[in-house]
């Protein structure tokens, strides 16, 4: 069980974890619209996550020295020129079998830069309240639907969850953020106001697309076991893993 527990860790750490879950995110929308996963589409979408938090790690070592500081085994590693060959896989795959989607699998890349950027008038995306949630999520969720076939009830309803996905981590993070000036939403609401938000965007995600039932359930689940404090390995395993259990919900439900 030690080793076990040892060796997702490592997978967490070194964003493989997050970059295998991306990939049932385009799967599950397939899934969803009826349509038979393009497998190709679906790896490049789990390289891009890989390479973008992969990335993300270089640049929150002060809140992860709070939040999580075993990550701090890895600002020492090569992680650059590894998350720039991954992401260079993912454009050559998709130019390979779907050229015409190439510009929506830069839109995360180009999220993840601009929210750290200083941007005139406004300064850094990063400093402003829940600006990580909405920027994440809708570049997420334009890429995974512009990759599958574009509908806008197939947008929101992937928007949303990712938010609610990010919101969860938040909570978290509340002591690294709080520390660092970050004000996402469980900072400045509290835990409980903050719940309430998520449930409330569960119930219209559910609104939005009825076929995604699975995922609004499973989400409710994790908002409810999320309400208090857990190990933050289940995070990962349950949050980041949201949409690969969705995919088999969906597949067992139907």
């Not at 190709?40 to 996550?49: D, T």
């Not at 190439?102 to 999220?111: N, W």
């Not at 857990?230 to 995070?235: F, S, Y």
Request: aromatic fraction near 12%.
């Amino acid at each position: 069980m030690h080793i076990s527990r040892n060796i997702f860790q490592l997978l967490s750490l070194s964003s493989v974890w997050i970059g295998f879950s991306s990939f049932f995110r385009p799967y599950l929308l397939f899934m969803l619209t009826g349509t038979m996963p393009d497998l190709r589409l679906c790896l490049a979408v789990g390289l891009v996550a890989f390479s973008i938090y992969s990335l993300d790690k270089l640049s929150s070592s002060r809140e992860d020295a709070i939040n999580t500081p075993e990550r701090a085994i890895l600002h020492d590693k090569p992680i650059l020129p590894v998350a720039i060959l991954a992401y260079a896989l993912a454009i050559l795959l998709i130019f390979l079998t779907s050229p015409e989607a190439l510009p929506y699998i830069f839109l995360p890349g180009l999220a993840g830069a601009t929210y750290v950027a200083r941007l005139p008038w406004i300064g850094r995306p990063k400093d402003l309240p829940a600006m990580k949630n909405i920027i994440v999520g809708m570049a997420s969720a334009a890429c995974y639907v512009g990759l599958v076939g574009w509908s806008w009830p197939l947008f929101a309803f992937a928007f949303l969850i990712i938010f609610i996905d990010t919101v969860l981590f938040d909570i978290r993070d509340v002591a690294g953020d709080r520390e660092n000036g970050v004000r996402t939403l469980p900072v400045m609401l509290g835990m409980g106001p903050t719940l309430a938000i998520l449930a409330g965007l569960n119930v219209a995600a559910l609104a939005i697309l009825p076929a995604g039932w699975q995922m609004v359930a499973w989400g409710y689940g994790l908002i409810w076991y999320f309400k208090e404090k857990r190990d933050p390995l289940m995070l990962d395993l349950l949050v980041d893993g949201w949409w690969q259990w969705g995919a088999v919900f969906v597949r067992l439900l139907g």
